[in-house]
């Protein structure tokens, strides 16, 4: 079965920038698509961002567009989130997702946390 590794999160202030990194643990996986979803405590998960790992085509949600930016590096199978102008509430587990084309989101990581402090 393949894993989903997401990189260590962090606790970053307010304004703040922070990188969060996703890697399949089998080269050879492609997915049709990776997402980050949050999940902050008390509230449901929140689909972040997307990627099509063949177009490189992305989308958002309105709660982090224009300040999130999600992109893929082919060569090591690895989906970057980079999160600027943080604020207090960004804080979630962020957790790294992946689906195969026409599939749901069955692929996931453990979640790595992002603490902003205001």
């Known amino acids: 079965q393949v894993r989903l590794v997401e990189s260590a999160g962090g606790l970053v202030q307010a304004g703040g920038s922070l990188r969060v990194s996703c890697t399949a643990s089998?080269?050879?996986?492609?997915?049709?698509?990776t997402a980050w979803f949050r999940q902050a405590p008390g509230k449901e998960r929140e689909l972040v961002a997307t990627?099509?790992?063949?177009?490189?085509?992305?989308s958002y949600a309105d709660s982090v567009k224009g300040r999130f930016t999600i992109s893929r590096d082919n060569a090591t199978n690895t989906v970057y989130l980079q999160m600027n102008s943080l604020k207090h509430e960004d804080t979630a587990l962020y957790l790294c997702?992946?689906?195969?084309?026409?599939?749901?989101?069955?692929?996931w990581g453990q979640g790595t946390q992002v603490t902003v402090s205001s």
């Open positions: 997702s992946a689906r195969l084309r026409h599939q749901t989101y069955n692929y």
């Open positions: 089998e080269r050879t996986f492609i997915p049709y698509t």
């Open positions: 990627i099509n790992w063949s177009s490189g085509s992305t």
